[in-house]
């Protein structure tokens, strides 16, 4: 006899992932990549567990509707789409794979940087229009790279700047224990005033929402560019068009821009849909990864579980 767990899928997951799940003794895995918000509250009552990525928005209203909910994890790294506090005080465990995208996300962040440093965006432009070509942009060699947030994935786009023989600095609130060699920590006054690029690597929290606004652009050295693989929201999109117009900032790229961007069509913006940890190696580390811990939280408390002979 063995606890029957009702888990639910409601974000797109590795495949490899979900026929791990499948395969548990007592697992009743149903996947609906696409719910919507509305279906997600009819249906999720029935479920011991939810897997999610961000996607989906784990509301107050669907952890209160989760009369069985016992674990929802993330196939990812931010939480910022979970009412952890709902969460926490319904005695939900909520866990992530923080892990498993960092190299994904370190990679686009270096392919973002050569793309600013080239003038990708207006060459593109050009192409399409079939101008000449002219000299695009500069090296990244000698430049000094600016890490705002020090932590799997900063560090990680710190060995790639260094290998390019890049000087960089980072900030974080949270002193790391220790850093690669050649990287310095700076306050955020010195790291805006001497970055010829910044690259933003911290989670979204309410004290970091719109961490990126107007005085933060007019502390950042004229000429700069801006990079944010991290979340929309830590980012005030007006003040970074307002930036661009005046020529304070030289370029920005974004892999999370907001819904109908005032920087989308910029010509000095490179605007992308999401992509960052959506590598097949990436989805595949993060979704064994989340299932397996989803798995063994359900069985450690698995007493709750619905009983089967
Ligand atoms: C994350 O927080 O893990 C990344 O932003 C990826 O989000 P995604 O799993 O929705 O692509």
New binding site residues.
Partial sequence: MHSIFKILIS?PLHPDAIAWLRQQPGAHVIVHADISQEDLLKIISDYDALIV???TKVTAEVIAAGKRLKVIGR????LDNIDLPAAQKAKITVLNAPGA?ANA?AELTLGLMIALARDFPQAIQAARAGAKVKAYGSELAGKTLGLIGYGRIGRRVARFALALDMRVQAYDIITPEQTEMGVQLVSLEELLAGSDMVSLHIPLTPETRRFVHAPFLERLKVGASLINTARADLVDEEAVLQALQQGRLRSYATDVARENSVLLGHPRVLLLP?I???TEEAQRR?GLEITERVWQSLIAGGATGSSSA
């Fill in positions: 974000d990525r961000s996607r196939a990812g790294t931010g995208n996300v999401h960052g940890a959506s993060a």
